[in-house]
């Protein structure tokens, strides 16, 4: 269904039951993030298995009515995978993958009668009708016109204690390149540093960045409008990997199956969508320096570090009449924009098969790899070599050069169980043959590269091969880590051996790291000792992985031991082969090597030679988590109250005459545990 605008949306929201109207000042500085932060990681750190049934869900829209601004705030409005469908208005994420593959395939099949072209009319009347409109006038977006337009006016939040400054998180960003005069609908940060300034924060591989690059070589001012609000299915449009030659307009028309319809702008000569809730207008000067912008507790779950971005100058700002202000947080994962990547996956994975890589089944990008750093791919194999198709196919394919480490299966194995993939990799990966390397463009927010945006990323060919398919291991190997071994390696802080039980060759560890070239070092001897184990001796055939992190993280927590080891790898620098005996560098010959160790520890200058500043894990401060945990009783107006430590959940009578809202049990903050993984320092972490 396509909604009216974004109250048409909250509407229906509070009608399916996913959302919550809080109307007690929650400080857009701080304490609104630490809210949804509690909100969206709710219903368990993995969103995505969750069944239905399993617990009352207390991950919901969130509406702030009073912010201390005259705009209310909406929130988390697609953090689950329910309220995304209905952003798609769909019944599952895959509904719209199927209607592009039957679009697609009614339109490109051969015509060899009349009447198998006149079918075709109605199709094409349809896609005509999506189409975006011009409007005369003015739309409900032109309302108010703020008289001296004044941002700061807006809610804009401060999400994270070292975030350089407040964020616009949810800025639907039109630009038009000179030359061709198309237009671009982006989604890129924008950070406030006045009432009429504020900071594009696009990368350099942004089609903005290079419409900005074109309006600099023509000398001219760039003009710029930003939209807030409306159908929030522009937010997901805006979002997702196109085509420099699709309009994102033109794809939501798909999607809401009705035309966008837009107005001009007052003060550029730009069109914005007539149902949005608030506009800013404004231009960027070319030859104007760049303003320093940043940090940012960003999507990695650690800060993006402040650089310098262009200056936006604000002209003009309007809004309807009862404007809502729409925002995210993002941070580590799940967030919001979780659910937003989750339905990109599963929604290109459609136009991906039908141009570039045919022989896909299906496509994974679990959460702990925010996006990028880990893709699964199922492929229908036909031949020796076909992984190494897909692999190169991929890594050409827009957004997915910026894939770190792709894991391609092939077979019944069902790529959303992650123990699956898991067993698949066990069973069919022969380090020494299977495990490909390269080098190439990364996302800018990549901070484990030794190069800034260029890294090393690896494939491993897991698909079934009649070389050296191993039979399915069932498991049930047990390996002590006595006091003896402890004696021995006093670096490691926790080894976790608990996959092996399920015939899973994976090993993770955290380590104290001391020296230079510590991880290879003591890779080498504990691959000597694992294969020395009774229960692998006879086993030296199949492939053992070791994953190494730091000592701060509990490696019995894998969804966290993942997380924190994909953002902190760089395959080609990282990767140290072994056979019992014997480590082996890349490059040489592999032949007989049995293992892999894969270090996922933070990088130094003093141990690495890595030059690079670190970013620091994004947590909330101490006096925010307090103030939240203080007022949360009067935020949900909600039972129970927190429990005392250690103590039974108290429940209190509500005042005389309030009425009771939606029951919302306490909970407490995610920083918490995160806490302890904190590096000294700021949002850069100190050496």
Not at 171 to 176: G, K, M, R, V
Not at 558 to 581: C, E, G, L, V
Not at 646 to 663: D, F, H, Q, V, Y
């Amino acid at each position: 269904m396509s909604f009216k605008n974004q109250h048409h949306f909250i509407e229906e929201l509070e009608r399916a039951g996913e959302l919550i109207r809080i109307k007690e000042f929650v400080d857009p500085h701080l304490e609104i993030a630490e809210v949804v932060d509690r909100v969206s990681k709710a219903d368990g750190v993995h969103p995505f298995p969750l069944g239905e049934g399993q617990g009352v869900r207390q991950n919901k829209a969130l509406l702030f009515e009073n912010t201390g601004t005259p705009f209310p705030l909406l929130i988390n409005a697609m953090g689950s995978e329910k309220r995304m469908c209905m952003v798609l208005g769909v019944d599952h994420l895959d509904d719209v993958a199927e209607e592009i593959d039957n679009l697609f395939h009614s339109l490109s099949s051969p015509k060899d009668s009349i009447i198998d072209k006149l079918k075709v009319l109605p199709q094409l009347g349809r896609i005509s009708s999506w189409m975006p409109k011009n409007k005369n006038g003015k739309g409900e977006c032109q309302e108010v016109v703020m008289k001296d337009p004044d941002i700061t006016k807006l809610p804009v939040l401060k999400c994270w204690p070292h975030d350089g400054g407040n964020f616009l998180t949810l800025p639907i960003i039109h630009t038009i390149d000179p030359n061709s005069g198309i237009r671009n609908v982006g989604l890129y940060r924008m950070q406030v540093f006045g009432s009429k300034l504020a900071a594009l924060h696009w990368h350099k591989h942004k089609v903005s960045a290079g419409h900005f690059n074109e309006y600099k070589k023509l000398g001219k001012r760039m003009p710029v409008a930003v939209a807030l609000g409306g159908d929030p299915v522009y937010v997901f449009t805006a979002a997702s990997p196109l085509p420099s030659n699709v309009d994102e307009y033109f794809f939501a028309g798909f999607l809401r199956k009705k035309k966008v319809e837009l107005v001009k702008c007052l003060t550029q000569a730009m069109y914005v969508p007539a149902d949005a809730d608030i506009i800013i207008e404004g231009y960027v000067d070319p030859n104007e320096e760049f303003i320093l912008e940043g940090p940012f507790g960003d999507h990695t779950g650690y800060y993006s570090l402040a650089d310098y971005y262009p200056k936006f100058h604000i002209t003009c700002i309007t809004h309807k009449k009862n404007a809502i202000y729409p925002a995210t947080i993002v941070g580590i994962p799940p967030q919001e924009d979780a659910w937003i990547g989750k339905a990109i996956e599963r929604i290109f994975l459609a136009p991906m098969k039908m141009t570039v890589i045919p022989e896909i089944v299906d496509m994974a990008m679990p959460v702990e790899g925010v996006f990028h750093n880990l893709v699964i791919v199922k492929i229908k194999k036909e031949y020796e070599g076909h992984a190494q198709k897909v692999m190169n196919a991929m890594w050409g394919a827009g957004q997915m050069m910026f894939n770190k480490i792709l894991v391609i299966v092939d077979g019944e194995t069902n790529i959303h169980d992650y123990e699956e993939v898991a067993h698949c990799i066990s069973d069919n990966v022969n380090p020494a043959s299977d495990i490909y390397f390269s080098q190439g463009t990364m996302d800018v927010l990549d901070h484990a590269c030794s190069k800034f945006a260029f890294g090393g990323k690896m494939c491993v060919d897991a698909t079934q091969k009649e070389s050296h398919l191993n039979p399915p291991h069932k498991g049930g190997l047990k390996i002590q880590w006595d006091e003896n071994e402890k004696k021995m390696f006093p670096e490691i802080v926790g080894i976790n051996f608990s996959l092996f039980e399920r015939g899973i060759f994976v090993v993770f560890v955290s380590i104290k790291k001391n020296r230079k070239n510590h991880i290879r070092e003591l890779n080498e001897k504990l691959f000597n000792i694992i294969y020395n184990t009774p229960p692998l001796k006879g086993e030296v055939g199949r492939g053992l992985f070791v994953i190494y992190v730091e000592d701060t993280v509990d490696v019995m927590d894998i969804k966290d031991t993942m997380w924190r080891f994909a953002n902190n790898f760089d395959p080609k620098r990282d990767s140290y082969f072994s056979r019992p005996h014997q480590p082996l560098p890349i490059g040489e010959d592999l032949g007989g090597a049995s293992g892999i160790g894969l270090d996922g520890t933070r990088k130094t200058k003093a141990f690495d030679n890595f030059d690079r500043p670190w970013p620091n894990i994004i947590c909330a401060d101490d006096a925010t988590i307090k103030s939240v945990d203080e007022k949360w009783r009067k935020i949900f107006r909600a039972h129970p109250q927190p429990p005392p430590s250690g103590g039974a959940i108290k429940r209190e009578p509500l005042p005389s005459g309030e009425k009771l809202g939606r029951a919302f049990s306490f909970i407490p903050s995610p920083s918490l545990k995160y806490k302890k993984m904190l590096y000294k320092g700021g949002a850069v972490a100190e050496e």
